[in-house]
């Protein structure tokens, strides 16, 4: 049972399930990427169990991660949101504009003067083409779609001129899904992919899936192939998943909140074991569930010694990221290699000529490597250093493949498994950018 501190405004402490804590409405959500939100690894979500874990990974060893819907490709490209309200095609890239979605013209003027040409181009000629294709849509399927400017086509923008990591050679404004909000800027629902898949072969139908620069496309529906060494890996994988559950007695019914709180529990035992149980807890909140505002510093320092307050401010400023990273990398490394191995027995990519995209990617991640060795900063030969080992430990360079990852539903939620992409990013990023 996970329960939740509280201070009341006489400092007298109150429990409250934990789990009615998590379904309070003023928890924030955790959103990246703007307004297309956060899709989790396995290993994010917290309510999944060490069972629900197994599950995936002999799933993804046997390639059958269609749990619900099919699997699909998640692509490294640029992320809009696009309606249809009172007839006009409309945009969005965050919650102020899915609120009051931009017209063509609008849209367009926000990226006048961006100091990126391509990056321009990419946003400007896709608003262009889907303001025009958008409209050929049935008006029954548009207010079916979008309700009048409420619910938004998720889509993703891969222009040949303008790559992240991954080189498509081609143009297309790829569909995901729809986006439900309440009207005010919030997504309070996600349907299924089936609307993207059926607008996007309307449009065909109708001759208006090719605009003057992009294609209309549907999630692409990646292929995957039972893994060789099936029997060998998922014992592997699942006697490394047993040995977290284990660590703190464990069952495959537990989640891996529980597993976190614990985690959390030892970490602040060992670091602090003369404090207050009271202030335990508090720290244990604002830790490991990220609630500052029970546990603050000025409440601290009415409770606890000069000295304990320097020791907890100097853990909460200097230490607590890499305690973060230490608490999850272990569960990552699994779900990282595993979705290594998946992706290398997945096929149907949307690159052109993946197999020529993977020769490149390891060849500049390779050359840009040895030169940061040679030339780089103390700093950013650390950083490398770090990323090639992370690397090394979920596949090596022949775990780098032509796509971001892939994507899969389980219970209602949606995951991706992205294997080695995550190193090859920070690897690319302090390549290019020192940082």
């Given at each position: 049972m996970h329960y939740k501190v509280e201070w009341d405004h006489n400092n007298m402490k109150r429990i409250m399930l934990f789990e009615q804590w998590l379904a309070v409405e003023s928890q924030p959500l955790l959103l990246e990427g703007g307004a297309a939100g956060h899709m989790n690894h396995p290993f994010d979500d917290k309510g999944l169990t060490f069972g629900d874990l197994k599950k995936m990974v002999e799933a993804g060893l046997s390639g059958n991660l269609n749990f619900e819907e099919?699997?699909?490709?998640?692509?490294?490209?640029?992320?809009?949101?696009?309606?249809?309200?009172?007839?006009?095609?409309?945009?969005?890239?965050?919650?102020?504009?899915?609120?009051?979605?931009?017209?063509?013209?609008?849209?367009?003027?926000?990226?006048?003067?961006?100091?990126?040409?391509?990056?321009?181009?990419?946003?400007?000629?896709?608003?262009?083409?889907?303001?025009?294709?958008?409209?050929?849509?049935?008006?029954?399927?548009?207010?079916?779609?979008?309700?009048?400017?409420?619910?938004?086509?998720?889509?993703?923008?891969?222009?040949?001129?303008?790559?992240?990591?991954?080189?498509?050679?081609?143009?297309?404004?790829?569909?995901?899904?729809?986006?439900?909000?309440?009207?005010?800027?919030?997504?309070?629902?996600?349907?299924?992919?089936?609307?993207?898949?059926?607008?996007?072969?309307?449009?065909?139908?109708?001759?208006?899936?090719?605009?003057?620069?992009?294609?209309?496309?549907?999630?692409?529906?990646?292929?995957?192939?039972?893994?060789?060494?099936?029997?060998?890996?998922?014992?592997?994988?699942?006697?490394?998943?047993?040995?977290?559950?284990?660590?703190?007695?464990?069952?495959?019914?537990?989640?891996?909140?529980?597993?976190?709180?614990?985690?959390?529990?030892?970490q602040i035992e060992k670091s602090f074991p003369g404090l207050d149980q009271s202030v335990k807890n508090g720290l244990l909140l604002r830790w490991a569930y990220n609630d500052k505002k029970t546990m603050n510093m000025r409440d601290l320092s009415k409770i606890v010694s000069p000295s304990e307050l320097t020791a907890i401010k100097k853990f909460d400023k200097e230490d607590l990221k890499l305690k973060y990273k230490e608490n999850v990398e272990p569960l990552a490394d699994i779900f990282l290699e595993v979705g290594s191995i998946v992706l290398k027995n997945a096929s149907q990519f949307l690159a052109t000529s993946p197999d020529k995209e993977a020769i490149r990617l390891r060849t500049e991640i390779q050359q840009a490597a040895n030169s940061i060795k040679k030339t780089g900063s103390p700093n950013q030969i650390e950083k490398v250093a770090k990323e090639l080992e992370r690397l090394d430990r979920i596949g090596g360079i022949n775990a780098v493949l032509p796509t971001e990852g892939i994507v899969f539903s389980y219970d209602g939620k949606i995951y991706k498994l992205t294997g080695a992409f995550a190193a090859i990013n920070q690897l690319l990023g302090i390549i290019r950018y020192g940082s």
């Open positions: 099919d699997i699909t490709e998640k692509t490294d490209g640029q992320n809009v949101f696009a309606t249809i309200q009172d007839d006009i095609v409309k945009f969005a890239r965050n919650k102020t504009e899915l609120k009051n979605p931009m017209t063509l013209s609008q849209f367009k003027d926000k990226f006048e003067g961006h100091p990126s040409e391509a990056v321009k181009e990419t946003f400007q000629f896709a608003a262009e083409d889907l303001a025009k294709q958008l409209t050929k849509l049935p008006k029954n399927k548009q207010q079916e779609y979008f309700n009048n400017g409420n619910d938004f086509m998720n889509m993703e923008l891969i222009y040949s001129q303008n790559p992240n990591v991954i080189r498509y050679d081609t143009d297309v404004i790829q569909f995901h899904g729809i986006k439900k909000t309440d009207g005010n800027g919030n997504i309070i629902g996600e349907g299924s992919k089936k609307a993207a898949y059926e607008a996007a072969k309307i449009l065909k139908s109708v001759e208006a899936d090719m605009g003057k620069v992009f294609k209309i496309i549907p999630p692409k529906i990646i292929q995957l192939r039972k893994d060789i060494d099936f029997s060998k890996n998922k014992d592997k994988f699942i006697k490394r998943i047993n040995i977290l559950r284990n660590q703190y007695s464990l069952g495959d019914t537990d989640t891996i909140s529980k597993y976190n709180e614990m985690w959390w529990k030892d």
